[in-house]
C-alpha cells in the first residue's frame, strides 16, 4: 500500500475542510498539499466575512489546528495553479486534483452607466476594507452624502453597515489602519439597501438584520407600506418561517422608525435599476456617479433617479473559468457528477470539485464541510477502487518545479511569520493585530521570521 497523495487548489474553507476530512477519513495513508494564490491561507474567512463578526472569523483558529497537528498536510501559499504551475502538472504529480479555489468575480447588472467611476461590485469593496492584496489600498475615497447598495443579501448588509459603523468599533478588528481612517473621514450619512422585489423575498439573516439594528449612531428606515404584503409576498411568509421571522423585525424597526440618528440605512423595495447616471450639469468630474435611475418592479412606467455618489451592487459573485477545465459559464461553476469534474458525459480523471466553485457562491463557512464530505468521499471511493495503489510522485518531485520556476512559496512557517508581524504592526498603532496589505511586504516578513524589518507598521 503506498501513500496516496492530493493537491487542493484553495485554502478556503471548502479547502481546509477537503483536507481536513481526506486525513481523518481515509483508511490508508495520505499526504496532503494545499495550494493558494495568496500568501495568506483560510479564503473568504480572512478577505469576506466581516471583520466585526469575531466569532465566524475565529474558525481560522480551527482551520490552524489542523494545519499544525496533521502530519503529511502543507500549505503552499503564493503559488497560483494555471500560471504557477499547470493542471497537467498538478494531475501528473497526485494522485487526485480538488478544485476549491472559490468564486473570485461578480455577476453584473449589465445596465448603462455601470462602467462609471464610483460604481464598483461589492467585492471589490469588501476586498478594499479587508486589506485584500490584490485590491488597490486607494480604490476608494469616502467622500459622499448618500451611498446606494443593489441587492438583499447578507454581503450588501455587511457593506452597508460597514458604511455606518462607529470607528471605534472598525478599531477593535484587525483592518490596515488606512481603511480605518479612511472610514474615520467618511462623509457617507446616508446608505440606500435596494431590493427589486419586497421584503419577504429579502435574503439576509434575520440575525445579521437584528445586528444592523443594534448598531448605535443608525436608523434603520423601513416604509410601512411595503409590509403590506401583495398575495405572492403572502404565500411566501406563509410557507417559509425564516421569511416570517426576518418580516417580524422588518415590522420592529418601521415601528422604531427615526430616532433622530446622525446616519440612515434606508431600504427601497420593489426597485429595479434601469442606469446609473452621472451629473450632467458638471457637478462630478465627468465619468463619475451622481445617481441611480430605478423602476418600480410592479409598475415599470414609475421612473425616479436616486442621488448617489457610490453603488455598489451584490447581486452575486461568480466562479472564474481555468485554462484546461471545463467550466459552465451561466452559472460560473465547473460541471460535476459527485464531486468528480466532467466534460460532457465523460468523467475527467482525477479532478475533484468543492465549495463555491462547485456549487455556486451560497451557504454559510459550515455548509462548505458537508459539501467537501461529498468531494472527500468520491476521492477515497476512486483510490479505494484503484487498490490503494499510488502514482503520485513525491513532494520534493512538486517543490523542485516550483523552484526550478523561482515560484517563492510561503509555507506554513512563513504564514505564522506573516501572523507574529501582523500582531507587531497592531502594537505599533495600539491594536490588538493588524493585517498586513502589501504582497511584497508579506513575503518580506516571512522571509525574516517576522520581523517588521523596515515593513511600516501602517504604511
Ligand atoms: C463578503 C462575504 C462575507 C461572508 N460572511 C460570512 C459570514 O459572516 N458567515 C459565514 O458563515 N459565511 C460567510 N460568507 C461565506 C463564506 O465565506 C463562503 O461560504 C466560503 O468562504 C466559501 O469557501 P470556498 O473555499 O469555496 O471559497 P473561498 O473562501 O473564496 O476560497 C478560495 C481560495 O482559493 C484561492 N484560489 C483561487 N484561485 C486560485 C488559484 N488559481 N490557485 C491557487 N489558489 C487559488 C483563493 O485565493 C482563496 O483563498 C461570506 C462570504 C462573503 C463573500
Known amino acids: 500500500m503506498s501513500v496516496t497523495r492530493v493537491a487542493v487548489v484553495g485554502s478556503g474553507p471548502s479547502g481546509a475542510y477537503t483536507a481536513q476530512l481526506l486525513t481523518e477519513e481515509s483508511e490508508t495513508p495520505v499526504e496532503v498539499d494545499v495550494f493558494d494564490q495568496l ?43 494555471g500560471t504557477d504551475v499547470s493542471i497537467d502538472e498538478l494531475r501528473a504529480h497526485y494522485d487526485a486534483v480538488v478544485f476549491a479555489n472559490g468564486a473570485p468575480l461578480d455577476r453584473r447588472l449589465d445596465v448603462p452607466g ?29 467622500d459622499g452624502k448618500r451611498a446606494v447598495v443593489i441587492g438583499v443579501g447578507n454581503v450588501a448588509l455587511d457593506a452597508a453597515r460597514m458604511l455606518v459603523r462607529e470607528v ?46 443594534e448598531v448605535e449612531s443608525t436608523d434603520v428606515i423601513v ?11 403572502q404565500a411566501h411568509i406563509d410557507a417559509d418561517p425564516a421569511a416570517r421571522r426576518l418580516l417580524a423585525t422588518f415590522q420592529k424597526a418601521a415601528d422604531r422608525g427615526s430616532l433622530g440618528r446622525s446616519k440612515t440605512i434606508r431600504f427601497l423595495f420593489d426597485r429595479t435599476p434601469v442606469a446609473f447616471v452621472s451629473d450632467e450639469a458638471g457637478g462630478e468630474p465627468a465619468g463619475t456617479v451622481a445617481g441611480i435611475r430605478l423602476t418600480k418592479t410592479s409598475d415599470p412606467s414609475v421612473i425616479e433617479t436616486l442621488e448617489a455618489q457610490l453603488a455598489l451592487r451584490s447581486v452575486g459573485y461568480l466562479g472564474k473559468a481555468i485554462d484546461g477545465l471545463p ?85 506554513w512557517n512563513d504564514w505564522r511569520a506573516i501572523e507574529t508581524a501582523e500582531v507587531a504592526a497592531g502594537t505599533a498603532v495600539g491594536r490588538e493585530r493588524v493585517k498586513l496589505y502589501v ?3 508579506m513575503l518580506r516578513v516571512a522571509a525574516v521570521g517576522g520581523e517588521l524589518a523596515g515593513v511600516p507598521a501602517h504604511a
Open 39 to 81: 500568501p495568506t491561507p483560510f479564503g473568504l474567512v480572512r478577505y469576506g466575512v466581516a471583520p466585526d463578526h469575531p466569532r465566524v472569523k475565529s474558525i481560522s483558529t480551527s482551520f490552524a489546528e489542523v494545519f499544525e497537528e496533521t502530519p503529511g498536510l502543507r500549505f503552499l501559499g503564493n503559488v497560483c495553479v
Open 114 to 142: 455601470e462602467e462609471l467611476a464610483r460604481v464598483h461590485a461589492v467585492r471589490e469593496f469588501v476586498s478594499w476594507y479587508q486589506g485584500h492584496p490584490d485590491q488597490s489600498a486607494d480604490a476608494f475615497v469616502l
Open 168 to 213: 471605534d468599533d472598525l478599531r477593535r478588528t484587525d483592518i490596515p489602519e488606512h481603511i480605518v481612517e479612511a472610514f474615520a473621514d467618511s462623509t457617507f450619512d446616508e446608505v440606500v439597501v435596494i431590493g427589486r422585489r419586497g421584503p419577504a423575498f429579502a435574503k439576509f439573516t434575520n440575525k445579521e438584520f437584528i445586528e444592523l439594528l
Open 223 to 233: 416604509d410601512p407600506a411595503d409590509l403590506e404584503l401583495d398575495a405572492e409576498q
Open 327 to 411: 467550466f459552465d459559464e451561466r452559472t460560473g461553476t465547473i460541471p460535476h457528477r459527485d464531486s468528480r469534474v466532467v466534460d460532457g458525459d465523460e468523467i475527467v480523471q482525477g479532478v475533484y470539485v468543492a465549495g463555491w466553485i462547485k456549487r455556486g457562491p451560497n451557504g454559510v463557512v459550515g455548509t462548505n464541510r458537508k459539501c467537501a464530505l461529498e468531494t472527500v468521499t468520491s476521492i477515497l471511493e476512486d483510490i479505494a477502487a484503484r487498490g490503494g495503489v499510488s502514482s503520485a510522485t513525491s513532494a520534493e518531485a512538486i517543490d523542485d518545479v516550483l523552484r526550478s520556476r523561482g515560484v517563492g512559496v510561503v509555507d
Open 439 to 441: 504582497r511584497e511586504h
